[in-house]
C-alpha cells in the first residue's frame, strides 16, 4: 500500500484562503476524495473524484489536482470551517485493494 | 431520513471478541458497497473492511486480516463487523459508511461507537 501525505496544521484568519495539501504517488491514477471532521462527530466529505462538490456543501469548498499533489482550497473562511480534513485515495497497487487516508490537517481559524 | 446507526461497541479484555452492527435507513441498502473504517483515540482515520453490495467482494486492512469479519444482511439492512482476537491497538470509534457509487469513497457515515480493549 501506499501513503498520502498532508501537513499536520495550516492557520488562517476569516476571510482568508486556506489551502491544504496532499502528496502520494498514485494521485495521477486515482481520485481524491476530502473530509472534514469537527470535534466529536463523524467525517464529512466535502470533495470528491479531485473537485466535485456534493450537494449541501458551500461553494467556498473546491478541489483541484496537479501531478501527485492535490489540494483542497476553502475560499473566504469562516470560523466554522475550524476543524480537521483528510484526504483519501483508493489503493489498488498489485492485487491489493484498499482504501488508504492522509493522516490529516488540523485547520485552525484564527 | 438517510442514516447509519451503529452499536455494539464496548469494553472488552484483549483476546476477546465483539460483533458491531449498522443499521441503514432512507435509501436501497443492498444497491451500496459498505466499509467499516475506525479512528483510534487522538489519531486518524483507517479504513477497516469492504464489503460489496451483494457481499460476494470482500477486502480487509492488512492489520485486521485473519481476525475481522465484515458481513452484511440486506433483507436486514444491516452490516456487521465480528472482531476476533482483539488487541489494545484495536481500540477505536468503528464507523459504518456508505459507498458512494463502488467508487471507494464514503459519502455517508454513521456516528461510530466505541470499542475499548484493554484488561
Known amino acids: 500500500s501506499y501513503e498520502l501525505t498532508q501537513p499536520p496544521s495550516v492557520s488562517v484568519s476569516p476571510g482568508q484562503t486556506a489551502r491544504i495539501t496532499c502528496s502520494g504517488d498514485a494521485l495521477p491514477k486515482q481520485y481524491a476524495y476530502w473530509y472534514q471532521q469537527k470535534p466529536g462527530q463523524a467525517p464529512v466529505l466535502v470533495i470528491y473524484?479531485?473537485?466535485e462538490r456534493p450537494s449541501g456543501i458551500p461553494e467556498r469548498f473546491s478541489g483541484s489536482s496537479s501531478g501527485t499533489t492535490v489540494t483542497l482550497t476553502i475560499s473566504g473562511v469562516q470560523a466554522e470551517d475550524e476543524a480537521d480534513y483528510y484526504c483519501?485515495?483508493?489503493?489498488?497497487?498489485?492485487?491489493?485493494?484498499?482504501?488508504?487516508f492522509g493522516g490529516g490537517t488540523k485547520l485552525t481559524v484564527l | 431520513q438517510v442514516q447509519l446507526v451503529e452499536s455494539g461497541g464496548g469494553l472488552v479484555k484483549p483476546g476477546g471478541s465483539l460483533r458491531l452492527s449498522c443499521a441503514a435507513s432512507?435509501?436501497?441498502?443492498?444497491?451500496?458497497?459498505m466499509s467499516w473504517i475506525r479512528q483510534a483515540p487522538g489519531k486518524g482515520l483507517e479504513w477497516v473492511s469492504y464489503i460489496s453490495s451483494s457481499g460476494s467482494t470482500i477486502y480487509y486492512a492488512d492489520s485486521v486480516k485473519g481476525r475481522f469479519t465484515i458481513s452484511r444482511d440486506n433483507a436486514k439492512n444491516s452490516l456487521y463487523l465480528q472482531m476476533n482476537s482483539l488487541r489494545a491497538e484495536d481500540t477505536a470509534v468503528y464507523y459504518c459508511?456508505?459507498?458512494?457509487?463502488?467508487?471507494?469513497?464514503?459519502?455517508?457515515w454513521g456516528r461510530g461507537t466505541l470499542v475499548t480493549v484493554s484488561s
Open positions: 459508511a456508505r459507498d458512494g457509487g463502488a467508487a471507494w469513497y464514503f459519502d455517508l
Open positions: 483519501q485515495s483508493a489503493d489498488s497497487s498489485g492485487t491489493y485493494r484498499g482504501v488508504v
Open positions: 432512507g435509501f436501497t441498502f443492498s444497491d451500496y458497497y
Open positions: 473524484k479531485d473537485s
